[in-house]
């Protein structure tokens, strides 16, 4: 079993920065592809970004390229997402989630693919 807690949440002004951590463990935590997804109330869950098991390889959901960046600590079991010029549409709860993968696997953007989430964090930018 693979577990996942978010941290970093909170209230930013527009064109302001945070960073989340998301701090994953279990039996195999160097395995994981880790992504970032974002939710709003009555809207689907978006992808944001994704990071391979080694952090040689990621990808961005175009609304946030340029913006944002996902990194990993594979020493320590941590995947980041710092957010830089936010803007009051970032406004979400934000999920970390995970699956297992080889090390040449594909990073998805698809939800579906993941098996682990976290319990999410929310972030809101205010105008």
């Known amino acids: 079993q693979v577990q996942l807690v978010e941290s970093g949440g909170g209230l930013v002004q527009a064109g302001g920065s945070l960073r989340l951590s998301c701090a994953f463990s279990g039996r195999t935590p160097s395995r994981l592809h880790v992504g970032w997804f974002r939710q709003v109330p009555v809207k689907e869950r978006e992808f944001v970004a994704a990071?391979?098991?080694?952090?040689?390889?990621?990808v961005y959901a175009d609304s946030v390229k340029e913006r944002f960046t996902i990194s990993r600590d594979n020493d320590k079991n941590t995947v980041h997402l710092q957010m830089n010029n936010l803007k009051p549409e970032d406004t979400a709860v934000y999920y970390c989630?995970?699956?297992?993968?080889?090390?040449?696997?594909?990073?998805?953007?698809?939800?579906?693919?993941?098996?682990?989430w976290g319990q999410g964090t929310q972030i809101t930018v205010s105008s």
């Open positions: 989630a995970a699956h297992q993968s080889i090390s040449s696997g594909p990073l998805y953007s698809d939800e579906a693919k993941y098996a682990y």
């Open positions: 990071i391979s098991r080694s952090g040689g390889r990621v």
